[in-house]
């Protein structure tokens, strides 16, 4: 039975190279080794031994010293060169101190005396392996970090806190000269960061504290600065360019400011009435208001009629003229019909003039109602396609799920990846790439129903909500669609490109219960089938 306290238990992922001349000692090895791990290659000589290592690339390297043709130390030494990083043990009857020399200028891992206990041997590979598995580990957590911040469409890095430094960027950052050993105080971010690093509110990362900056000027752009711990020695920055949305927030400033001043200076319509609700006068505005002259307007019970289409409306007007209490405050808009047909927002209200007669205030809103409106759709829907945006994905994927659960019925989400845009931008530019993602979310519309959500993730990621299906084929039959619709030639600047796809699927409730579960098992979908060579699609269920 194994000794679970025995380090070397843990090996058969481990394969090992071992350079013996000795028979003896190569068969000894061999028997005590073989079954404990996952393959055991042997040479006789240095030579060999090197020619094994560029075939089999072994985990460890177990080598004799003194031995024909090239000895140990030299076949390490080149070892070095190919694999610097190579685990190396050597095995020897020497206790000569140049050899020791030699062995630490070449950076050997270990040795071993002889003789030695097989135990002995499994225990220091183990120990390698171990550091050689971390070693990995860690470069691959790397290459995915530096892969994530690469992903951000915004200037993102890794900044040494204590001094300062940026350790990592993306290609955005780098753009704007914020390489990795560039020092922050040299930047145009210098102040929002030393305001970050000097406040106490970052001294514990554990907290989840951030600084955010809103509104900084940098580089010419305006951005909004996010700076989180990542670890007590290592900061997050991000920034978001905010200058467009400025504008725009500018703008519709400017617009609604625009409205108030024609309202301040008299624009407003003004209708008076007398108690009995015959119209006896109306301004300028109000005749532009909703397109009526004095003696086409009658009474109030007959124009509201013709004006505001919405019978629970056109009462609570009637009300409001009739001086009835109301529960709500004295801001009343309603939606009225121009004597053109045109819709309009109307804020209306009264007062009671002396001697009984209605005064009877129109404010022409319809401006900030769309601005609201349109305000709204921004906040929610991707700039470059008009598809729907992370943020309502999320609403339509969690009302979806929970009608699912109501009825009874599968929700499928579709991760979907371009497996070949990045050609586009690299052979016609950034303009062909956002035509050919607008063209893309327009198939992608076409391939599903009209209660599907087709949203952008960003970049050239997609996801699509299929909601009410009765058997996961249904799903399938999707992506099929997709694939084969995304399979047909795009044109552009007169050449032809395939996009392809890579789909992720998973399915509510078999694959979990929330939406970020569902969302990030069909993302490890999608990556498991762009990893097989893309253009297809993968069921969350099916991954090892």
């Known amino acids: 039975m194994p000794n679970p306290d025995d380090p070397a238990r843990d ?3 481990v394969s090992i190279l071992y350079v013996e001349d000795d028979p003896v000692s190569a068969a000894l090895v061999r028997s005590a080794v073989t079954p404990r791990v996952k393959a055991l290659h042997v040479a006789e000589n240095g030579r060999e031994g090197l020619m094994a290592f560029v075939r089999f690339h072994p985990d460890v390297v177990i080598t004799d010293v003194r031995m024909p043709k090239m ?8 070892i070095r060169e190919m694999a610097p990083d190579a685990p190396i043990v050597v095995t020897t009857a020497l206790d000569d101190p140049e050899f020791l020399r030699k062995a630490i200028r070449i950076g050997i891992d270990s040795y071993l005396l002889k003789p030695f206990h097989a135990q002995d041997l499994l225990a220091v590979v183990a120990r390698l392996a171990s550091a050689s598995r971390h070693r990995l580990e860690l470069e691959k957590q790397t290459r995915l970090n530096a892969l994530l911040l690469d992903s951000l469409p915004n200037p993102a890095m890794l900044v040494d806190r204590g001094r300062g430094l940026i350790l990592s960027a993306n290609g955005f950052a780098n753009r704007l000269g914020l390489a990795p050993g560039t020092v922050m105080a040299d930047t145009d971010f210098a102040r929002p960061f030393a305001q970050a690093v000097d406040g106490a509110i970052l001294d514990d990362f554990h907290s989840g504290a951030h600084v955010d900056f809103p509104g900084m000027a940098a580089y010419d752009r305006l951005w909004d600065v996010n700076i989180d711990p990542v670890t007590d020695s290592l900061l997050l920055f991000f920034a978001v360019d905010i200058t467009e949305r400025q504008r725009i927030k500018e703008e519709l400033q400017r617009d609604k400011a625009f409205i108030t001043a024609i309202l301040e200076n008299s624009h407003d319509g003004i209708a008076v009435s007398d108690p009995d609700g015959q119209v006896k006068f109306v301004s300028p505005g109000m005749r532009r208001l909703f397109g009526y002259e004095l ?64 005064v009877i205030n129109g404010q022409d809103v319809t401006g900030i109602k769309l601005a609201e409106e349109r305000i709204r759709y921004m906040a929610l829907h991707d700039t470059l396609t008009g598809l729907p945006n992370r943020q309502l994905l999320q609403d339509r994927l969690q009302t979806a799920l929970a009608a699912g659960r109501r009825r009874g019925a599968v929700t499928a989400v579709l991760y979907i990846d371009l497996d070949r845009f990045k050609d586009i931008n690299d052979a016609h530019g950034h303009d062909a790439g956002d035509e050919a993602l607008r063209h893309t979310a327009g198939l992608l519309t076409r391939c599903v129903r009209e209660a599907d959500t087709v949203a952008r993730m960003g970049g050239d990621e997609f996801v699509i909500v299929l909601p009410d299906l009765i058997r996961k084929q249904d799903a399938a039959d999707v992506a099929g669609r997709i694939l084969g619709t995304l399979s047909r030639p795009l044109t552009v600047n007169g050449h032809h490109h395939v996009l392809g796809a890579s789909i992720g699927i998973s399915l509510h409730p078999a694959d979990g219960a929330f939406p970020d579960e569902i969302l990030r098992k069909a993302d490890r979908a999608m990556y498991e089938t762009k990893k097989a060579g893309g253009m297809g699609y993968r069921f969350a269920e099916e991954q090892a």
């Open 295 to 358: 003696a086409e307007m009658g009474t109030l019970a007959a124009w509201a009629g013709a004006v505001i289409m919405d019978a629970a409306e056109r009462a609570r007007f009637l009300d409001l003229w009739r001086g009835k209490p109301d529960t709500e405050d004295d801001d009343h808009i309603f939606s009225i019909l121009h004597k053109t047909g045109e819709r309009r927002f109307c804020r209306l209200q009264t007062s009671c003039m002396p001697g009984g007669d209605i």
């Open 71 to 78: 000895d140990g130390i030299a076949m390490a030494a080149a």
């Open 11 to 13: 090996l058969m992922d």
